[in-house]
């Protein structure tokens, strides 16, 4: 590893490795992972200060040589995620330096970590999440209680944007009472959702079928013994539904949730009003809806116009 550094630096290096290995527990992929981001650092320092580094010359090493060297991983084509990647082995590597009184570098501290970006939410088509409704359970020797409790469940998802957690903790006291009702989301911070009178007549439905009576403080969804259904279960159900339905892999309970906010703000809906139905603590969670939905349009630009150089007129 690092044969070009000096030998008192490739000594160092042999020495991290070896307490990876004993005292870290660290996995031979770690091990092979994080010996690649040093070796690459090394190599990228040779050639940016014109000669092979030995361990003192790290300690002369500025905030400046860091971000150069972050900056020319990203022009070779590396991604913001092996960019944190490669920093996280780089800083274990001193970190190992400093605890073993080898040498102290404050300066890596202060590089700050690249940071990738979040994918887009990926919600169903408005036909899509309408077949999932009406679709719901009703799969071959199934209960028909179940099948109306899976309705119910993918129903609440989509009509009121629920997290799938959310929805699967729900108690009984907590249903709807005059169109409206208590979630309690992330951080337990509870906010009112208005419930349409379709998911509600889901709910009554499945309710009225169910054979597990429970009290106020019993779970709304229920497993076939009649304890709060698992989440597990939730997600086989709807890979189930994907199936029968020819949907694609990313239609997910979650994206039920996407669905719902990305068809609302197609809808004209309301920033802040989705924000606050969804339960996101920042306006810039929420934000992400309006990149689907320019993402969309675009799509659509580029498929229709006439002007469009992918779609040249004939």
Same mark, same amino acid.
């Given at each position: ?32 992972? #994080? ?108 209960? %028909?209680?179940? %099948? ?9 998802? #989509? ?37 349409? +009178? ?7 439905? #499945? ?40 949907? +694609? ?39 992400? #809806? ?8 675009? %799509? ?12 040249? +007129?004939?």
């Amino acid at each position: 590893m690092a044969g070009t550094a000096a030998p008192d630096l490739r000594d160092a290096l042999a020495a991290w490795m070896r307490w990876l290995a004993s005292e870290k527990r660290a996995s031979a992929h770690t091990l092979g992972a #994080y010996a690649g981001d040093v070796d690459g650092f090394l190599g990228f320092l040779t050639g940016h200060r014109g000669g092979p580094p030995a361990l003192a010359d790290l300690g002369d090493l500025r905030l400046s040589d860091f971000r150069a060297w972050l900056a020319w991983r990203a022009r070779s084509g590396t991604g913001a995620a092996s960019r944190a990647r490669n920093l996280s082995g780089l800083r274990s590597f001193f970190h190992f330096l400093d605890r073993t009184g080898r040498l102290h570098l404050p300066a890596l501290q202060a590089v700050r970590t690249p940071r990738a970006a979040r994918p887009l939410p990926r919600p169903l088509t408005p036909d899509q999440a309408r077949a999932v409704v009406e679709a719901g359970g009703g799969r071959t020797g199934e209960a %028909a209680w179940v %099948a109306a409790r899976d309705r119910a469940l993918f129903t609440l998802l #989509y009509g009121c944007g629920l997290r799938l957690g959310e929805a699967l903790g729900l108690d009984r006291r907590d249903l709807p009472r005059d169109g409206v009702m208590t979630v309690t989301g992330k951080g337990r911070k509870q906010r009112q959702v208005p419930v349409l +009178p379709a998911v509600g007549r889901a709910l009554q439905a #499945y309710l009225s079928l169910c054979p597990h009576a429970r009290g106020e403080d019993g779970p709304v969804f229920v497993g076939v013994r009649g304890g709060r259904l698992d989440r597990a279960v939730a997600e086989r159900q709807m890979r189930h539904l994907r199936s029968a339905l020819g949907l +694609p892999d990313d239609a997910t309970p979650h994206a039920l949730r996407h669905s719902f906010a990305t068809h609302l703000l197609c809808e004209g809906g309301d920033l802040r009003a989705i924000q606050e139905l969804l339960g996101h603590s920042s306006l810039s969670t929420t934000q992400r #809806y309006t990149d689907v939905d320019s993402e969309r349009l675009l %799509a659509v630009y580029r498929s229709a116009h006439p002007r469009d150089r992918r779609n040249p +007129p004939r």
